[in-house]
């Protein structure tokens, strides 16, 4: 917010009598202050020789603060500068100071959590990305490198603003480790019990079918697989798979 008063010219007169300012209607003295606009304080000042002139010195904040011209002042969240230039033209501008809140209403040096990221209130009001959380609580620091799910993830907030909480390393570049202890690549398929995975991105080893001694390939999940007598079937309901097999002998 910027309010703007320019004195235009110097009055010169001559009398006889006291020399007073002119000023809006008003006669001054010498030495006389008034605030004009509620914002800008103006002083009379006469010569000998019955000249006179009025001069701005400062301004006034909303709430009555006086500030010379050139000067400011910090009250509560706010910063007030009083500032004339060359042409004599007088501005006071509000800007937010070090205590300011933040636009969602948090104070000063205030921390928050938003999905997994986490802020702080920083001076004037700056909002200030200082962390990622992973779903476990870790938290990683911004521009650091820490690890979420024995995964290693990046934090970081880039030039455009954008915060991002990614893996550092490529996401194929991980094995997954199979219930027997032997490590697998990506986009290698394995047994596991009745079941095939695949290993993914991550290190991941998702399941994509049922395994069977007597079937030659993976059956399908959802799908049902007809050897000899046996019924294979392979199901998921969910997040659960299950592999069941079913006869064809008459009791």
């Known amino acids: ?15 006889a009598w006291a020399v007073k300012c002119k000023y809006d209607g008003q006669d ?25 002139k009025t001069e701005i010195i400062g301004c006034v904040t909303p709430d009555g603060t006086e500030i010379d011209a050139g000067q400011k002042k910090e009250h509560g969240d706010k910063i007030h500068e009083c500032v004339k230039s060359e ?9 937010k100071g070090r205590m300011a809140a933040c636009p969602g209403g948090q104070q000063n040096g205030e921390e928050w959590q938003e999905k997994s990221f986490k802020f702080r209130c920083g001076d004037g009001g700056v909002v200030k ?65 009745n079941f095939v995975r695949k290993c993914g991105d991550y290190g991941q080893g998702k399941i994509i079918g049922c395994f069977a001694d007597n079937v030659g390939s993976t059956i399908g999940v959802n799908q049902n697989v007809t050897h000899g007598d046996v019924i294979y079937s392979c199901a998921k309901d969910g997040a659960n798979y299950s592999f069941k097999t079913y006869s064809l002998k008459a009791n």
């Open 28 to 52: 001054l003295d010498n030495n006389q202050i008034i605030v004009v606009q509620n914002a800008f304080r103006i002083k009379c000042l006469t010569e000998d020789n019955g000249s006179w």
């Open 129 to 193: 990305f200082i962390a990622c959380v992973g779903q476990d609580g870790s938290v990683i620091n911004a521009g650091e490198t820490g690890k979420i799910g024995g995964f290693d993830v990046k934090c970081e907030q880039h030039a455009n603003g954008t915060i991002t909480m990614q893996a550092a390393n490529d996401p194929k570049s991980y094995e997954c480790k199979a219930k027997d202890g032997s490590m697998k690549k990506n986009g290698q398929e394995y047994v596991e019990g």
């Open 87 to 95: 042409s004599g033209q007088v501005s006071l501008k509000e800007s």
């Open 1 to 15: 917010m910027m309010r703007t008063l320019l004195l235009l010219s110097t009055v010169a007169i001559l009398s």
